[in-house]
């Protein structure tokens, strides 16, 4: 019993620890915005109290999703256009018992055709423009402000580590090629948004009020579906109480 007492003291006696010490007033003190570049880059990282990823790293995370579909999309259709050309080329001879044979065989190859370029150019795709839009909102993040040398440095790093493994003259056309392509996309997003009126902030917090709605009107049907569900089969077991009678389980052993 003293030993129990002893190791709940400290936790309750006010001459060990002071009372309400961790507590903030968030009214009258409300939590100051990261000043420096790196606290910026620091709460772009890190996950509120609900453990939600940051409006920057939902940015991110859409775009290498959309650039992996886009990627399958392009991949598969190209990929699959080859598969029929090639099949039909190599086919003139091949004696089919029937038309639907041949046209089976050309829509299974093709078909395997299409899943393999959508699976080999959708990963890549979606890898690069991750590190992209990784590399050019950290550094838009650090200085508060999105420039066209984010997006240009961005895509030459990019661009080089793409081609990295080929040898140092295809890292140099790589970066110079990611450099070309990102400052024609740069000057596009600039001019985008110089001509609305916005600004990356303002687009990314817009996508993740987007992602927030979605989940809202989710779990409200959810809910509601739940509630529906549920909710005769509730009235019928009230119903059978009110009849029988509640009854322990020693009475019904």
């Not at 040398?149 to 090629?177: E, K, P, S």
Request: some cysteine; aromatic content about 10%.
């Amino acid at each position: 019993m003293l030993l129990r007492l002893v190791r709940v003291s400290p936790s309750f006696i006010p001459i060990f620890t002071k009372r309400f010490e961790n507590d903030t007033n968030t009214l009258e003190h409300p939590p100051s915005a990261p000043k420096t570049g790196w606290d910026r880059v620091k709460a772009m990282y890190s996950t509120d109290e609900y453990g939600e990823r940051s409006a920057e790293l939902h940015s991110v995370v859409q775009s290498s999703l959309c650039g992996a579909f886009i990627g399958a999309c392009m991949g598969g259709f190209v990929s699959s256009r080859q598969a029929y050309l090639y099949f039909i080329e190599n086919n003139q001879a091949t004696i089919f018992k029937t038309t639907m044979q041949a046209k089976k065989r050309l829509q299974d190859y093709v078909t395997l055709k299409f899943a393999k370029g959508a699976y080999t150019w959708g990963w890549k795709l979606g890898i690069f423009t991750g590190i992209f839009s990784l590399l050019a909102t950290t550094v838009s993040v650090y200085n508060d402000e999105t420039r066209l040398t984010d997006f240009i440095g961005a895509g030459t790093i990019t661009g080089g580590m793409c081609r990295v493994h080929l040898g140092l003259a295809a890292t140099v056309v790589g970066a110079g090629l990611g450099a070309v392509l990102s400052t024609i996309s740069g000057l596009a997003i600039l001019g985008i948004l110089k001509v609305s009126g916005f600004s990356m902030n303002d687009v990314r917090k817009a996508l993740y009020s987007v992602k927030e709605a979605r989940h809202d009107q989710f779990n409200q049907a959810l809910e509601k579906s739940s509630t529906i569900k549920n909710d005769n089969l509730t009235q019928h077991h009230d119903s059978l109480v009110k009849e029988k009678g509640e009854e322990k389980i020693a009475e019904i052993q």
